[in-house]
């Protein structure tokens, strides 16, 4: 998120946990950064201030996948139009197998019942 764009709420979270595939791990890394600057950073800077990305490696304690990409979005719409864009390149399916999706609403239980979040 950059400086003038204001934090949001994100009303869904989505757990993309994907493997790396041998393609992606056959590039250099200097090139696996370039890469992701040239193909992956212009699609979050598209949708910048309506969905946000973290990035989790997982390959130390995982076999089945490597990475969990956590996505944060305003709405469902922002992030469909989100994958929309990431299926269109090499990122999905190709230099990562998208294992599964896994989306959320972080505190539904507490606000589905009007009830206050419960966390210590």
Known sequence: MSASQPPFEP???VFM???TAPEWLGFPV?????????????ILRKHEGRVRLR??????????VTDVWL????????????????????????????????TG???AYARNYNREVFTV
């Not at 200097?30 to 992701?36: S, T, Y």
């Not at 990035?55 to 089945?64: A, I, K, L, M, N």
């Not at 709405?75 to 139009?81: I, N, R, T, V």
């Open 71 to 102: 996505w944060d979005a305003v709405d469902h719409h922002a992030y469909q139009l989100l994958v929309e864009d990431l299926r269109e390149t090499p990122f999905w399916d190709r230099y990562f197998q998208i294992v599964e999706i896994l």
């Open 30 to 42: 200097d090139e696996r950064f370039q890469l992701l600057r040239e193909q992956f950073t212009p």
């Open 17 to 19: 946990l994907v493997k």
């Open 11 to 13: 009303s869904v979270t």
């Open 105 to 107: 609403v972080e505190n």
């Open 55 to 64: 990035f989790f490696d997982v390959e130390f304690y995982s076999t089945r």
